[in-house]
């Protein structure tokens, strides 16, 4: 007579997902059977044989350093945003103690190449202003072309961070060794303009940089910037 379970199958049919497929049915099978997990052996990369114990010791290790280097990241990404919030509150400061849209220039050149690191900084308007404003370089005559240049990067309103094509770096930055830069849109909802600021340093400015606080950055200047063209319209 037969007295074997109906479910009983001889050693050689369990196979390996036979196995698998019991322990994750039974994650606890090896709370009942502790003294399995000291003599199993899992192949390590350097190619010699480490217990299971050993080898869970080993995960918890790496997921413990990769927890650790993602809080690291966390917490350097909290300081620089600090830091660049302090930056821009600094040069709203100084900006508003402007007292003509000269000078408004001069102070955010200045601030900006010395608060943030860069090696250039431009601003340029896409149209000129009205009024009898001085011939400057950030204002040109609306080109289609140049406006082109930008409609792209700046479509959804937002800071680019990254490389610029050459044809861009030449016309932000024709006497700069440029190799990465931000670009602020002035003006919404539709960009007026755009402030540029260049690195040589291709590391310092790059695609993965958080924006919010550029974008705030941006408000600012350009609500600062559109009093002065109004201010000097009525001139």
């Known amino acids: 007579m037969n007295t074997s379970p109906k479910n009983w199958r001889p050693y050689e049919e369990l196979s390996d997902e036979v196995i698998a497929h019991y322990l994750q049915q039974h994650p606890e099978f090896f709370t009942h059977h502790e003294s399995l997990l000291a003599i ?98 950030e204002f040109k005559e609306y080109d289609a072309q140049v406006f082109a240049l930008f409609e792209n990067l700046l479509a959804n309103s937002t800071p680019f961070c990254g490389q610029l094509t050459t044809e861009r770096l030449e016309y932000l930055f024709p006497n700069n060794n440029v190799v990465s830069a931000v670009l602020l849109p002035l003006g919404k909802p539709k960009p007026q303009g755009v402030l540029a600021m260049g690195s040589d340093d291709i590391s310092r400015f790059h695609a993965s940089m958080g924006t919010e606080l550029l974008q705030y950055m941006a408000d600012l200047i350009s609500h600062l910037l559109k009093m002065w063209l109004r201010l000097t319209s009525t001139l």
Not at 49 to 75: C, F, G, M, T, Y
Not at 97 to 105: H, K, N, P, R, V
Not at 110 to 123: G, H, L, R, S
């Open 40 to 137: 199993m052996k899992i192949p390590h990369i350097t190619g010699s044989a480490i217990s299971l114990i050993e080898r869970q010791l080993a995960v918890l290790r790496e997921e413990n350093q990769q927890l650790q280097r993602q809080l690291d990241k966390l917490v350097r990404i909290a300081q620089e945003n600090e830091q660049l919030n302090w930056r821009i509150q600094r040069l709203i400061a100084v900006l508003v103690s402007a007292t003509g849209i000269d000078e408004f220039f001069d102070i955010l050149y200045t601030t900006i190449a010395n608060e943030f690191n860069t090696q250039a900084v431009a601003v340029r308007w896409f149209e000129l202003p009205s009024g009898q404003l001085a011939p400057r370089p």
